[in-house]
């Protein structure tokens, strides 16, 4: 702003010179100050042709005063014309300059005045526009992304719904509850995420919930890279039928827990997955391993996977071999995944052949083994009812109203309609 204002120095010194208004916003200020006025011009107030020492004569008390003028070195003699017969030579003296035209100077200083509020103006938008960006809080995630935050993050219990969270939904949006605690694990292995409402009217929604496997190394990482590259694929693949998407965004984890590992690291790492999708009012579903999906629909509590653990193999071959039955419950490890992200190639994968048409009413739940191994079934029926987040509060409370000491990391998502 400073070489607006310089305009106004060469107004008359009767005009008082204007300041810019002070900035409030103290990162676009610059403190740095105009040296150049710091000093008066030493020739200033003396008459052209003096120095700054001399001074013009001073006329007797009483009588009017005589102009006296001293000749500067730029006055010429010039000889007279040859046709005059004088012998004298003419004098030249430069007049006094004219005074300057108050109408000119007005508009110049109105022209400064105006180029000053102008660019000031536009100072203040700028400023204006980044702190309205700054209040924004997150830029724009990238096209294909979901925001991380929107992704779970250890320790954290069932979410409160903020003032963001109360405005009306989409048509057709499902109410989301969240549980996520640590139990009495040392550290916190599942992850999960849903993604936000505001891609719901285009692409739907799509919630993940991922156990890292306990007892083996890195399980937190794994699990965190399979949520997330779900997450991230999701809006790419939002133009294929559902479980056809469903399945790609699969193979993208399963790929994403692979490079993590290396292949001597295969079975020694590892999560389940499970994910639930709602598109056209349908709600379609995948997992992998031993996490449970289910719909509580009229009162019933459904199961709508199918375990990926040991005890089921056992059982098929009693079968073929017509052993004993009650051996394949038995066995010591019965409970031992046979299928899971971080083997390499997965062994099974569970998904329905067809979609589940959505009731109002409908609840669908997505759990990690934390939650359903430390309550009946009958104990998990009784806490299904309510809101969407009363939900995820009911099982919170029943889970710590048990006191186990090896409490398990507990994860649960739920979309009620």
């Known amino acids: 702003m400073e070489s607006a204002f310089e305009i106004l120095r060469f107004s008359p010194p009767e005009q008082q010179e204007s300041t810019a208004p002070e900035d409030n916003v103290t990162t676009a200020a610059t403190d740095s100050t105009d040296t150049t006025d710091a000093t008066e011009d030493p020739t200033e107030g003396a008459t052209e042709g003096q120095t700054p020492t001399e001074q013009p004569q001073e006329a007797p008390t009483g009588s009017v005063p005589t102009p006296t003028f001293d000749l500067p070195p730029s006055v010429t003699t010039e000889a007279a014309p040859e046709n005059q017969t004088t012998g004298t030579t003419e004098t030249t003296i430069p007049g006094p300059l004219s005074p300057p035209d108050p109408v000119l100077w007005g508009w110049i200083a109105t022209t400064g005045l105006l180029a000053a509020a102008v ?11 980044s702190r309205s960006k700054a209040r924004g809080g997150r830029s724009a995630p990238r096209p294909g992304t979901i925001p991380r935050t929107e992704q779970s993050r250890p320790g954290y219990g069932p979410t409160e719904i903020s003032p963001l969270s109360q405005a009306p939904l989409p048509a057709g949006c499902p109410q989301v509850g969240k549980l996520h605690q640590q139990g009495a694990r040392s550290s916190q292995q ?61 193979a993208q984890a399963t790929q994403a827990v692979n490079s993590l590992l290396t292949p001597s690291e295969y079975n020694k790492s590892g999560t389940t997955l499970l994910a639930g999708l709602v598109r ?18 009229d009162g019933a509590l459904l199961q709508l996977n199918r375990e990926h653990v040991y005890r089921h193999d056992l059982q098929v071959r009693a079968i073929n071999q017509g052993t004993n039955l009650h051996a394949a419950w038995a066995h010591p490890k019965a409970g031992g995944l046979t299928s899971f992200l971080g083997m390499g190639q997965l062994k ?28 009946s079934f009958e104990e998990l029926t009784g806490c299904v009812t309510g809101t969407a987040e009363e939900i995820a509060g009911k099982l919170d409370q029943a889970i710590q109203s048990k006191r186990y000491s090896n409490q398990d990391n507990y994860t649960a998502v739920i979309l009620a309609f």
């Open 119 to 129: 660019i000031g103006l536009i100072i203040a938008l700028v400023l204006r526009s």
């Open 190 to 250: 599942d992850c999960f995420s849903v993604t936000p409402e505001g891609v719901f009217p285009s692409c739907g929604m799509l919630a993940v919930v991922a156990d890292g496997m306990g007892g083996l190394s890195d399980g937190d990482k794994v699990s965190q890279a399979a949520v997330t590259a779900m997450m991230n694929g999701f809006l790419d693949t939002s133009h294929l039928p559902p479980q056809e998407q469903l399945l790609t965004l699969l």
């Open 280 to 297: 056209d009012r349908t709600f379609y579903c995948l997992s992998v391993g031993d996490s449970h999906i289910y719909l509580y629909r």
């Open 348 to 375: 099974y994968v569970d998904m329905p052949d067809q979609g589940i048409p959505i009731r109002d009413g409908d609840r669908f739940l997505l759990m990690s083994d934390g939650v359903y191994n430390a309550l």
